[in-house]
């Protein structure tokens, strides 16, 4: 099984609709991130959790929303969600003790129509 | 917050053939690493270096912290190196902030 599990891997949604993308690990890291991905921008910040009790606003916050339901789990929602989130979205997570690595999920692809 | 600039913005190379991939970042970092984004989307750290150089196989990194810049080395390319490389960099909370990547096309 691999150490960052994301689900669901490709959503297709409207206008609207209330999507929650999912990320568990394995690796027992106390930091968690999302980032979104568009073409020729690289990686975005979303929110990061650096531990249960830890949220944070990243670059790009506006629109969403994160919970980090335990050490494990964090998960990103849109409330309404809008053509512009069309994205791919990866969840991170990393070892406050360590050198702070990122280990990536798999990715989730979103697409808003 | 801290800015991070990669350059070139693509590359083509022909198998076998060596290359070097820039990051420039605007302020003083105390994290610096750098990935390969597969053709299928996966992202895999290759280095944490925020200063110094390391080795790995094929690939080497260099960051020289004082002159604000890091340097990713692929020798010997192969069509396997295809992809997107990023740089990401941090000064003080360890919030990675990515650059937009080089993509880069090895052909046989």
């Known amino acids: 099984d691999a150490d960052v599990t994301q689900t669901p891997r490709n959503r297709i949604t409207k206008t609207g609709k209330r999507i929650m993308l999912e990320c568990s690990q394995t690796?027992?890291?106390?930091?968690m991130y999302w980032y979104r991905q568009d073409p020729g921008l690289g990686l975005r910040l979303i929110y990061y959790?650096?531990?249960?009790?830890?949220?944070n606003k990243g670059e790009i916050s506006d629109g969403y929303s994160v919970s980090r339901q335990a050490q494990a789990k964090f998960s990103l929602s849109l409330e309404s969600a809008i053509p512009n989130q069309t994205a791919l979205y990866f969840c991170a997570t990393s070892d406050f003790g360590g050198a702070n690595v990122l280990t990536f999920g798999a990715g989730s692809r979103l697409t808003v129509l | 917050g801290i800015q991070v600039e990669q350059s070139p913005p693509d590359l083509i190379l022909q198998e076998g053939a060596n290359s070097t991939l820039r990051c420039n970042f605007s302020d003083s970092v105390n994290n610096l690493q750098w990935f390969h984004q597969n053709p299928w989307g996966q992202l895999i750290n290759l280095f944490y270096?925020?200063?110094g150089t390391k080795q790995n196989g094929r690939l080497s990194a260099t960051t020289v912290a004082t002159e604000r810049y890091s340097l990713l080395y692929i020798s010997s390319s192969q069509t396997t190196d295809s992809g997107v490389y990023f740089c990401?960099?941090?000064?003080?909370?360890?919030?990675?902030?990515f650059g937009a990547g080089t993509r880069l096309a090895v052909h046989p």
């Open positions: 959790s650096f531990d249960v009790k830890d949220i």
């Open positions: 270096i925020p200063s």
């Open positions: 690796k027992g890291h106390d930091r």
């Open positions: 990401a960099a941090s000064g003080g909370y360890n919030k990675l902030i």
